[in-house]
């Protein structure tokens, strides 16, 4: 199996177990939601999202996704309320897509699959850093917003306009004053389960905020993000796309929503 893990036969989901054995846990991500069997939780407050767009720092091409990052060293740009308790920062989003438009998103909804998956990171404050979070059960709350095909998103546009910039892994560049907020739909209506990172490390440590309604993105927009490579300048190009998990079991865990 290559180093580094990644989406292709030789280092993809499949072969993580090898090197991160959690990948076999009992509250891994994703998981389709069964929208029947969710509960109802009295009493969850609404979702609060606070964004400032002077947070933003840097668009980048990590190898595995396109991901802006945040300024997180202070409760400037968080998360509250809904079914996380404290104040989270939002560390970075990122997105997971298909090669075709008929599939791509990590969660499922009673098998249903959107073409990809908006995750907005954010790391509980109570910890020093985004990376001693990880060890702790409560240490990181992901929005997940679906993207459906339809009109062109002129928000996801502003991120688009610059994958030339940042083809190959590795590529990076300034992106200050994007508001993150434009890229959530009308509703926060959430469906919420504890579960992990969809990615190695896949550490057992998220509270999974996934909004009921789905972002707009044209059949064109997702071609570009198709654009994008997995590799490094100078390597052999290979497509970014499919760099999604399959869902994973639910086990004994519930998932609750935040609707009657
Ligand atoms: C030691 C550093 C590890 C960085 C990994 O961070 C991640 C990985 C996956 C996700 S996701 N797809 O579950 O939202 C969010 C953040
Ligand atoms: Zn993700």
Known sequence: MSAEWGYLPSNGPATWAATYP?????????????????????YLPHLKLKYHPSDSIALLNNGHTIEVTFVDDANTSTLTGGPITGTYRLAQFHFHWGSSDD???????????????????HWNGKYPSFKEALNHPDGV??????????????????????????QTKGEQIS???????????????????????TTPPLSECVTWIVLQDPISVSSAQMAEF?????????ETACCMQDNYRPTQNLSERKVHRSTL
């Not at 990948?23 to 009295?42: E, F, L």
């Open 103 to 121: 599939h791509g998103s990590e969660h499922t909804v009673n098998k249903a699959k959107f073409p990809a998956e908006l995750h907005l990171v």
């Open 22 to 42: 959690i990948a076999n846990g009992h509250k891994q991500s994703p998981i389709d939601i069964v929208t029947a069997h969710t509960t109802h939780k009295t």
């Open 141 to 166: 709350a992901v929005v997940g917003v679906f993207l459906k095909i339809g009109a062109a998103n002129p928000n996801l546009q502003k991120i688009l306009d610059n994958v030339a910039a940042i």
């Open 175 to 197: 992106f200050p004053n994007y508001d993150a907020h434009t890229l959530l739909p009308h509703s926060l209506e959430f469906w919420t389960y504890g579960g992990s990172l």
């Open 226 to 234: 198709r654009s994008l490579k997995f590799n490094a300048a100078g």
